[in-house]
């Protein structure tokens, strides 16, 4: 999950170098941490969210099939 997340926000911005992943396990669900550089981060959520709002849709339905839950958080 870490490795689709990386993919997608290396190659939306413009600083790919720059962006980290990082995953927090949990019992029930994992937190995937996703940070960018400052001037890549409305890149990264998109207008009105819908960028982020993709990437969430994706991470869940890669999540389910490998019947897990997974949540994304961006971090600035």
Same mark, same amino acid.
Do not use: C, F
């Given at each position: 999950?870490?490795?689709?997340?990386?993919?997608?926000?290396?190659?939306?911005?413009?600083?790919?170098?720059?962006?980290?992943?990082?995953?927090?396990?949990?019992?029930?669900?994992?937190?995937?941490?996703? !940070?960018?550089?400052?001037?890549?981060?409305?890149?990264?959520?998109?207008?009105?969210?819908?960028?982020?709002?993709?990437? !969430?849709?994706?991470?869940?339905?890669?999540?389910?099939?490998?019947?897990? !839950?997974?949540?994304?958080?961006?971090?600035?």
């Amino acid at each position: 999950m870490k490795e689709l997340i990386k993919y997608i926000a290396q190659a939306l911005v413009d600083n790919p170098d720059v962006v980290e992943v990082s995953e927090v396990l949990g019992e029930q669900t994992s937190v995937i941490e996703l !940070r960018v550089a400052k001037e890549d981060l409305g890149k990264v959520i998109g207008k009105q969210g819908r960028t982020a709002k993709a990437m !969430r849709t994706i991470l869940s339905a890669a999540s389910t099939k490998m019947h897990k !839950r997974t949540v994304l958080e961006i971090i600035e």
